[in-house]
């Protein structure tokens, strides 16, 4: 699904990224953690084609594809899907015209029939209730005066309605209540199969309470520090992140 292979980049001069190498297979959910300031955005934003990184050495293959060649757009279609993209507020669109004219264009790209307006409808609200999202969202213009766990569901219901290969979530918000936290862990639990695969970013252990990854990753100082399985958020609760400077011996 995704491959990533030495992957340099650089914000305004400074290397963050410094040779991550990270190989994600098909329905597989990573997770990465790591202190503040390791460059888990920048993974992100470089993952998405955001502007403001120069991507130095290295690859990154999506589906087979060269991602870091495709405008973030193009990597939309291929179904990517990031998550922190689309929680901007657009006046004078309402939710449910983005949201019906999102799926058809993914159908689309995706070679399959555009729906029409009723099914269009149907196919909206069954994914609403993946994500517990209420009507009146529908017919407001896009997360304008959404509240943040609003905000939470309607990007949830955007990814559930997008249908991606691959959705990365950036959750930088340390703010999180505990029902949005619930909102994201039900979302990524229901929409995931054995096709799907999902990253998650995450500064906090407490998301990985309701979702279990298959691998977890450390990142430090723009590198992977350590990988481990499902268990080892737990093992990092208690050692905190003072190993990864030497001072203490790394979880076991
Ligand atoms: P994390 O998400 O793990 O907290 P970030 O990717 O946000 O880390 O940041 C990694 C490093 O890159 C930090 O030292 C941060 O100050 C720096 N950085 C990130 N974005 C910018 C930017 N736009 N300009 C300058 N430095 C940046
Ligand atoms: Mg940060
Ligand atoms: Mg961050």
Known sequence: MLSIKNLHASVEDTEILKGIDLEVGDGEVHAIMGPNGSGKSTLAGVLAGRDGYTVGDGSVAFDGKDLLEMEPQERANEGLFLAFQYPVEIPGVSNIYLLKSAVNAARKHRGEEELDAMDLVAFIREK????????????????????????????????????????????????????????????????????????????????????????????????????????????????????????????A
């Open 128 to 251: 609403m209730k993946l994500t517990g999202m209420g009507d009146q969202l529908l017919y407001r213009s896009v997360n304008e005066g959404f509240s943040g766990g609003e905000k939470k569901r309607n990007e949830m219901l955007q990814m559930a309605v997008l249908e991606p290969k691959l959705a990365i979530l950036d959750e930088t918000d340390s703010g999180l209540d505990i029902d949005a936290l619930k909102t994201v862990a039900d979302a990524v639990n229901q929409l995931r199969d054995e096709k799907r695969s999902f990253i998650l970013i995450t500064h906090y252990q407490r998301l990985l309470d309701y979702i279990v990854p298959d691998q977890v990753h450390v990142l430090y100082n723009g590198q992977i520090a350590k990988s481990g399985d499902a268990s080892l958020p737990q093992e990092l609760e208690k050692t905190g992140y003072a190993w990864l400077t030497g001072a203490e011996q790394a979880p």
